[in-house]
């Protein structure tokens, strides 16, 4: 059976870096494109970035080229996504998700970030 | 790249149909065969209900299907159900060499 499971909720001051993970089971983790999505409150989709793990080429979004760093540790079928310098507009659910030709099979539980002072 | 178009909101009475229909350009969902529908209900992550304009994943219900016309795709849902209620999301694949994929803006679905 195909899981994703991400870390947990994470509460962080503005200025403040974060990584979140997302650990993968039951596939060919090697084989699979895996992106992060996120959907800040009340609001709609968006994806950030995608990484292929076999190789680490790595895509993003105009919206998020810059601001965010998606990465994988093969080793442990983990892709990773890290937010640096945190806002407040940074609060938001991150879901990973498993796309294949933009169509996303498997998402991991989301992971509520929350940035507060 | 911009994001294809939604209605904010459709509605329907149970047993109706209703059609969610978002548009793009000639670059994504014009240009391939590669749109995807998502079902979201509030605090849950999505769920694939289509693949590839008209494909339904194994598990999801008959009742949902996918169509496209040039630069439009719709979803409809028959029958409806009061479970139907959710956002719905289409999802393009983009032409590019660049960032390739990117959600419509997301429709709410009351049933009435």
């Known amino acids: 059976e195909v899981q994703l499971v991400q870390s947990g909720a994470e509460v962080k001051k503005p200025g403040e870096s974060l990584k979140i993970s997302c650990q993968a089971s039951?596939?060919?983790?090697?084989?699979?494109?895996i992106g992060w999505v996120r959907q800040m409150p009340g609001k709609g989709l968006e994806w950030m970035g995608l990484i292929f793990p076999a190789d680490s080429t790595t895509k993003y979004s105009p919206s998020f080229q810059g601001q965010v760093t998606v990465s994988v540790d093969t080793s442990l079928h983990t892709a990773y996504l890290q937010l640096s310098s945190l806002k407040a507009s940074d609060t938001a659910f991150y879901y990973c998700a498993r796309p294949t030709w933009g169509a996303a099979d498997y998402w991991g539980q989301g992971t509520l970030v929350t940035v507060s002072s | 790249q911009s994001a294809p178009t939604q209605a904010a909101s459709v509605s329907g009475s149970p047993g109706q149909s209703v059609t969610i229909s978002c548009t793009g350009t000639s670059s994504d969902i014009g240009g391939n065969n590669f749109v995807s529908w998502y079902q979201q209900h509030p605090g849950r992550a999505p769920k694939l209900v289509i693949s590839e304009v008209r494909n339904r994943p194994s598990g999801v219900s008959h009742r949902f299907s996918g169509s496209k016309s040039g630069n439009t795709a719709s979803l409809t849902i028959a029958g409806l159900q009061a479970e139907d209620e959710a956002d719905y999301y289409c999802c393009a694949y983009v032409n590019t060499n660049g960032f390739d994929v990117v959600f419509g803006g997301g429709t709410k679905l009351t049933v009435l």
């Open positions: 039951g596939y060919i983790f090697t084989n699979f494109w």
